[in-house]
Nanobody, 124 residues
Framework: QVQLVESGGGLVQAGGSLRLSCAAS????????MGWFRQTPGKEREFVAA????????NYADSVKGRFTISRDNAKKTSYLQMNSLKPEDTAVYYC?????????????????WGQGTQVTVSS
């Protein structure tokens, strides 16, 4: 059974940092690209960042470029999203996801497995 478990969310002041983790089990992690998405109430889920199988390539939404960094440790079957210089508009539930057939896609439908989400709240 495939499981993705996010952790590291919480409440932080604007300008602060958080590091999200996504631990995978039940599959060969190194065969999957990893993506992070986020969603706020009443809005569609949006792409945040993605990383290739080996970690050599990544992709970021313009809104987080230069502030967020995605990484992965295939030996630990874990991906990370380091979030710096956080803004109130970064407040959302953050989801990690795995894609088998495509690279570091920005599209939800390319991802096969999803975590349950972790809340990030940035206060002003």
């Amino acid at each position: 059974q495939v499981q993705l478990v996010e952790s590291g969310g919480g409440l932080v002041q604007a300008g602060g940092s958080l590091r999200l983790s996504c631990a995978a089990s039940g599959l060969t992690f190194s065969l999957y690209a990893m993506g992070w998405f986020r969603q706020t109430p009443g809005k569609e889920r949006e792409f945040v960042a993605a990383i290739s199988l080996s970690g050599g390539y990544n992709n970021y939404a313009d809104s987080v470029k230069g502030r967020f960094t995605i990484s992965r440790d295939n030996a630990k079957k874990t991906s990370y999203l380091q979030m710096n210089s956080l803004k109130p508009e970064d407040t959302a539930v953050y989801y990690c996801a795995l894609a088998r057939r495509t690279g570091y896609s920005v599209y939800e439908h390319d991802y096969d497995y999803w975590g349950q989400g972790t809340q990030v709240t940035v206060s002003s």
